[in-house]
């Protein structure tokens, strides 16, 4: 796998939300396969993360991926970097009933797990496109596949990453590979902030099964759900299972807030 991650993406991929969870660990498994990262954080500590990777030429940026100008803000970044590869991973949730949060907050969440990888993927797919190759991972969430009360803006978000990847996946076919990944419940800092994971209904997965999975099948298929379990509950509900009533066993799924930003 490393050989043909770097020869078919590399040299440089640009990782969003890389210096905690998930986003880490693509940072860590794709400087293993020897691509050379920029890599995006609102948290200092993405420092620490491209430090820790010593085989891999790294460039750490500090950036609020919500800001408007987002694009403008990455280009001084990508001059003398083609990025071949974009995992656009970040994301945050408000968890509850949506009335009982501010707009502006569910307005943070909409910019971040939704405008966000719309610019970037606007900033960056066309030098792909130019080229004659690259890939796009959209990070989106089983709850856009299941439907998510009590988390109703953050599955509106990660279904509009489904929709974008699906139909940017036959736009740029043959030419850059779009996968949009929907993880569920991952073993995150994220995750341990809205629930204790012995908690969770069935083991959380790692963070490195859920990215060895995304690389390995990046260009074969462009909706990922990583662990059989998922796959098989995701898959049985959405084919078996009339929406409406999808929808009421999920609302029995109640969790508290995830993260409350700013
Ligand atoms: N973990 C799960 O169970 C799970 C399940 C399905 C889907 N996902 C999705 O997978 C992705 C990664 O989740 P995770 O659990 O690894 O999250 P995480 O542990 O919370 O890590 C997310 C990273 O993104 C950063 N970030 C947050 N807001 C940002 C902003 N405005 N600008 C730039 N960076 C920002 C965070 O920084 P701070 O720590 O400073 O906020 C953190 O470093 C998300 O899109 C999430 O929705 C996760």
Request: positive net charge.
């Amino acid at each position: 796998m490393p050989t043909t991650l770097r020869s078919r993406y590399g040299p440089w991929a640009l990782v969003t939300g890389a210096a905690h969870g998930i986003g880490a660990e693509f940072a860590r498994q794709l400087a293993a396969a020897g691509l050379d990262l920029v890599l995006v954080d609102v948290d200092p500590a993405v420092h620490a993360v491209a430090e820790s990777l010593p085989g891999a030429r790294t460039h750490p940026v500090v950036l609020d991926l919500r800001r408007d100008d987002l694009a403008a803000a990455i280009a001084p970044h990508l001059a003398d970097r083609p990025v071949g590869l974009l995992i656009s991973n970040a994301g945050a949730a408000l968890t509850g009933a949506l009335l009982d949060h501010e707009l502006r907050s569910e307005l943070d969440v909409l910019h971040l797990n939704a405008r966000a990888p719309l610019q970037l993927v606007h900033a960056l797919a066309p030098a792909m496109v130019a080229r004659g190759g690259g890939g796009i991972v959209l990070v989106a969430s089983t709850v856009a596949l299941n439907g998510g009360p009590w988390i109703a803006n953050y599955a509106a978000t990660k279904a509009y990453l489904v929709a974008l990847g699906d139909a940017l996946a036959i736009e740029l076919r043959g030419v850059v590979d779009v996968q949009v990944l929907a993880p569920g419940m991952t073993d995150t800092p994220g995750l341990r902030a809205s629930m204790d994971p012995g908690d969770a209904p069935l083991p959380p997965m790692t963070a490195q099964a859920v990215v060895r999975t995304c690389l390995q099948d990046l260009g074969r298929r462009h909706l990922v759900i990583p662990g059989a379990i998922n796959k098989l509950s995701t898959g049985l509900s959405r084919f078996l299972l009339p929406r409406a009533l999808r929808h009421r066993l999920m609302a029995s799924r109640r969790v508290r807030p995830f993260r409350q930003d700013g």
